[in-house]
C-alpha cells in the first residue's frame, strides 16, 4: 500500500495471482511449441506485413517483438497499469476516509483491503481468458510498449474454437498486432486517449463525496459483512465517486475504444484474404465461446464489466464491417485523421451517419480562377 493512496496493492497482486492460476495440462493438449514463446514472435513479426498491407498504416516506430507469456506475468503487468492510472483516485479515497485515531486506521486498511482484493480479483478472472494485449502506457511515455499473448489461455481456447495451431495463433496475433500498428502508425492516438483519461479521472477525484465515503467507511465497520457486500454489488461505492459530470466523457470514451476494438477485430478476419474463410470458422467458434458463459462464469463477468467489453468488440467490429463495406478500409481510416473524426457515441449504430460527416470535401476546379 502506497503511504498517500489507500488500496492495497501487494493484496491485489496475491488475490489477482491465485484466482488466475494456472491450468492443468490435459490430454489432447497443443504441442507446447505451438504457442510457444518462438511461435508467438514468428506469428506476430508475420502479422505486421499483413496488418499493414490491409490497413495501410505507417508505424513511426518498429512494432514490439511478440512475447509468449503466463498468466501471473499478465496479472502482474495489468495490475502495474491500474495503479499507474489509478493513483489521482487512490489518493482522493485516502483523503476521504479521515477518521479519527484507531477508527480511521481500521477503516483505512478495511477499504484498502477490499479495494485491493477487488482489483486483484478483477484482474485475476481477466487473467483467465484473455489472449492477448498490446500493452501501452497512457500515463508513463517512456515505458516501452509490450506486445504479449497468454500461452496456456492459447492453449486452452483453441481446444474449444478448433482449427489448426498455426491458423488460430495468426488470428489472434493479427488482433493484438493491429493494436501496435494503431498506436504506432496514428502519432496522436496515444496523447489523446491519455488526455481523456486524464480528465476522466481527475474531473471524478474532484467530484468525489468525501463525506459519503467517510460513511461508508463506518458502514464496512459496523455492518454485516453480506449486507456490506451487497451494497457495494449495488452500487453505493460507484455512486460516491462518480456523478452526471463524467457520464459525457465516458460514452465518448467508450465509442473510442469501440472504434479500436472493432477495427481490430475487423483486421483480424480479413486482412488475409487466403484464409477468409479459415477465419470465418474461427470467428464463428470464438462468438459461441463467447455466448456458452453461465452460472458463476455470467455473474462474475457482469460484475467485472466484462459484458461492457464485449459489447464493444461486436458493436465496434460492426461499424468497422458497414464502414467498410460502403467504402473500404480507406474509409475506416478517415477515424485516425484527428480526434474529431472519430466516432460519436450514437454513430457507431448509425455508420452512415459518421461516413457523411467525415467525408472528404470535394474540390471543385472552378474555384481556382478568380475573375476580376
Not at 498491407?53 to 497499469?81: F, H, I, K, N
Not at 497512457?138 to 474454437?161: G, K, M, W, Y
Not at 480528465?199 to 474532484?206: D, R
Request: net charge negative.
Amino acid at each position: 500500500m502506497s503511504p498517500a493512496g489507500i488500496v492495497d496493492w501487494r493484496l491485489a497482486e496475491r488475490v489477482g495471482v491465485a484466482i488466475a492460476g494456472e491450468p492443468v495440462a490435459s490430454d489432447g493438449a497443443a504441442d507446447p511449441r505451438d504457442f510457444g514463446p518462438a511461435a508467438v514472435e514468428a506469428a506476430c513479426r508475420e502479422a505486421a506485413e499483413r496488418v499493414a498491407d490491409y490497413t495501410g498504416l505507417s508505424p513511426a516506430a518498429r512494432l514490439p517483438a511478440g512475447e509468449a507469456v503466463d498468466r501471473p506475468t499478465w496479472v502482474r503487468s495489468a495490475l502495474r497499469s491500474l495503479r499507474e492510472v489509478a493513483g489521482g483516485l487512490d489518493e482522493r479515497l485516502a483523503a476521504g476516509i479521515e477518521l479519527p485515531g484507531p477508527l480511521g486506521a481500521a477503516a483505512r486498511g478495511i477499504a484498502g483491503a477490499a479495494a485491493g482484493a477487488e482489483a486483484g480479483a478483477a484482474v485475476g478472472f481477466a487473467g483467465r481468458r484473455v489472449l492477448g494485449q498490446y500493452d501501452v502506457s497512457l500515463v508513463d511515455a517512456d515505458r516501452a510498449p509490450r506486445l504479449v499473448l497468454v500461452e496456456p489461455n492459447l492453449v486452452a481456447v483453441h481446444a474449444e474454437v478448433g482449427g489448426t495451431p498455426d491458423a488460430f495463433l495468426s488470428w489472434v496475433a493479427t488482433h493484438e498486432v493491429t493494436h501496435a500498428a494503431q498506436f504506432a502508425g496514428v502519432p496522436w492516438l496515444r496523447d489523446h486517449l491519455a488526455a481523456e483519461l486524464r480528465a476522466l479521472l481527475g474531473s471524478a477525484a474532484e467530484g468525489i463525496d468525501t463525506g459519503r465515503i467517510g460513511a461508508l467507511a463506518r458502514k464496512l465497520l459496523t455492518s454485516d459483512p453480506r449486507r456490506t457486500i451487497r451494497r457495494l454489488f449495488e452500487g453505493e461505492l460507484a455512486t460516491a465517486l462518480a456523478g452526471p459530470a463524467q457520464r459525457e466523457r465516458i460514452d465518448r470514451l467508450q465509442a473510442t475504444m469501440a472504434l479500436i476494438e472493432g477495427y481490430a477485430e475487423h483486421v483480424m478476419d480479413s486482412a488475409e484474404e487466403a484464409r477468409r474463410a479459415e477465419r470465418v470458422a474461427l470467428r464463428d467458434g470464438l462468438e459461441r465461446r463467447r455466448r456458452s458463459r453461465s452460472g458463476l462464469g455470467e455473474v462474475v463477468a457482469r460484475l467485472l464489466g466484462l459484458e461492457l467489453k464485449l459489447r464493444q468488440y461486436r458493436l465496434g467490429k460492426a461499424f468497422a464491417d458497414a464502414v467498410v463495406a460502403a467504402g473500404g478500409i480507406e474509409a475506416l481510416n478517415r477515424a485516425f485523421r484527428a480526434p474529431d473524426a472519430l466516432p460519436e457515441p450514437g454513430e457507431l449504430e448509425r455508420p452512415e451517419v459518421w461516413l457523411e460527416r467525415t467525408a472528404p470535401v470535394p474540390v471543385l476546379s472552378g474555384l481556382a480562377h478568380c475573375r476580376a
